[in-house]
């Protein structure tokens, strides 16, 4: 029910809001540059031996592990394993960063630890903005790391420190979100070679 009390018309609003998704999909589509850059780059970057971080917060999170989970494992093929880690899972890392260097430094510390000349450094923000990962893309930016953001809005800081920066231009959260599987998974096209 709405709070207007009228019942909502389940049919329609899933219609609506599916097309919601698919016109967010098609703004994005209007310039696929720089997700090919970033595609291309992660290809050759993992071509030379090299690793890719995946992080992010919340959702976010969770797209860097699905898709760091279908490099190391696969995605629609069989095929040798990427190397790929995604920063957010080590709970005994994030909780001791948190602690001890403050919530800002979780992903920071572990680029700082294990991240090389050459690896790339996957952002993954809607907002752009997320304290945490802007200090990842700096420490990143400071060893040599490519930079590579995946944002929602107008990118914020994090769009604005990476090498790469992959813009999905929406205002809500969802729809940013539902654009961002489609790169990555688009993104595991181009690193397979489909």
Known sequence: MHTSGQTLDRP?????????SAAAHERTAADVTQIVAAGDAMKTALGE?????????????????????ELVVRYEAERPGRA????????SILTAAGNDSGFEQVF???IEALGRRGDVALAITTSGTSP???RALESAGLRGMLTIALTGRDGGEAGRLAVIHVNVP?????????????ILHTWCELIDGA
């Open 108 to 110: 920071a510390r572990q």
């Open 12 to 20: 329609a609003h899933v219609a609506a809001r599916l097309r919601l």
């Open 132 to 134: 945490n990962v802007v």
């Open 84 to 91: 790929a880690l995604a920063l957010t899972t080590d709970t």
């Open 49 to 69: 031996g090299r690793t890719i971080f995946a992080f992010g917060n919340g959702g976010s999170a969770a797209d860097a592990q699905h898709f760091v989970a």
């Open 170 to 182: 929406e205002q809500r959260t969802a729809l940013a979100q539902e654009v961002h599987t489609t």
